[in-house]
């Protein structure tokens, strides 16, 4: 998966990201490289979910796919 991500340079120093096709999906980071590293925990952290939140019956199916 390829995702677009907007980089700011903060007024206060350091960098912040967002992730536009990600809703309130956004970091920061001291320096470019701490924010390249945030960016793909906050990535992950927005599209995670907890699978003991979801409800199943026996007539349905989870299932995990790579884009």
Known sequence: MKL???IHKAEEGGYWAEVPAIP???TQGETFEELLSNIYEAVEA???IDMKDVKLTDK???L???V
Do not use: H, N, Q, T
Request: charged share 25%.
């Open 4 to 6: 677009k991500v907007i």
């Open 24 to 26: 309130g999906c956004a």
């Open 46 to 48: 927005c599209l995670s």
């Open 60 to 62: 349905d199916e989870a």
């Open 64 to 66: 995990e796919v790579v």
